[in-house]
């Protein structure tokens, strides 16, 4: 890929300058820079504009193919190639995004450590996420239970910490986001003391910025697993 990804040395990050390298008329166009985080490991991609010459283009997506494509709004002009623009991306909508990944990283990390059971998918939307569990049947109290330690955990304000590592060092055990064949390097995100995971997102800086947290209910997806949503307030 050719754009330099902004957004994963600084999830805070949300305008810049950059450059337009290509223009694809099938898939998008390409930045020099971008911190439009293009969806992946269950979060979706970052909204945005770019601003050039008096001009907007809304971006409505991204895609990852042999380059990273910002997908502009059907009919908005876009920026040819060589062309200065400055991006933003919707902070709304991201910081949503970034408080729904840590909380589905915190709900993980509690269940995982108190029910010593794997995770085997989740999804997350703004301000909802679904997780399922490797659980043949719920303990009693089992939603309650959990809903208290997510509390707990929330207010303990653990650090949300991002680092890169050799693969060879990478010793994870999440089931959510696998690695890649051919990657050198890994990104781990780790709630310190909580809950450790090879990621590609974007994350709050501490678990305190989850804020409300309610586990709304379990479901049964067959047997052997189990599943919890939530909505952040
Ligand atoms: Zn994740």
């Not at 990804?5 to 950059?18: F, G, K, Y």
């Not at 997506?61 to 990273?68: H, T």
Request: proline residues 6%.
């Amino acid at each position: 890929m050719h754009t330099h990804r902004l957004e994963l040395e600084d999830a805070t990050l949300r305008e810049w300058d950059a450059t337009v390298l290509h223009v694809d008329p099938e898939q998008g166009l390409v930045l020099d820079r971008s911190a439009f985080y293009p969806g992946g490991g269950g979060q979706p991609p970052d909204l945005g504009v770019l601003l050039w010459g008096g001009v907007q283009t809304r971006i409505e997506g991204a895609r990852k193919g042999d380059d990273l494509y910002l997908v502009p709004a059907e009919g908005d002009p876009v920026p040819p190639p060589g062309t200065a623009v400055r991006g933003a991306v919707d902070d709304a909508r991201r910081f949503a995004l970034m408080r729904t990944h840590s909380a589905m990283h915190l709900l993980c990390g509690v269940v995982s450590r108190d029910y010593a059971v794997p995770v085997t998918g989740g999804s997350m939307d703004e301000l909802t996420g679904r997780m399922d569990f490797a659980l043949e049947s719920l303990p009693d109290g089992f939603l309650d239970t959990v809903q208290q330690a997510c509390l707990v955990e929330v207010a303990a304000d653990r650090a949300i910490e991002v680092s890169e590592v050799p693969r060879s060092e990478a010793v994870v055990k999440t089931a959510i986001d696998l690695l890649p064949e051919g990657l050198e390097v890994v990104r781990i995100v780790d709630i310190v003391g909580l809950d450790r995971q090879a990621d590609g997102g974007t994350h709050v800086a501490s678990t305190s910025q989850i804020g409300e947290m309610r586990l709304l209910k379990t479901e049964n997806k067959g047997k052997g697993f189990r599943r919890i949503r939530f909505a952040l307030g």
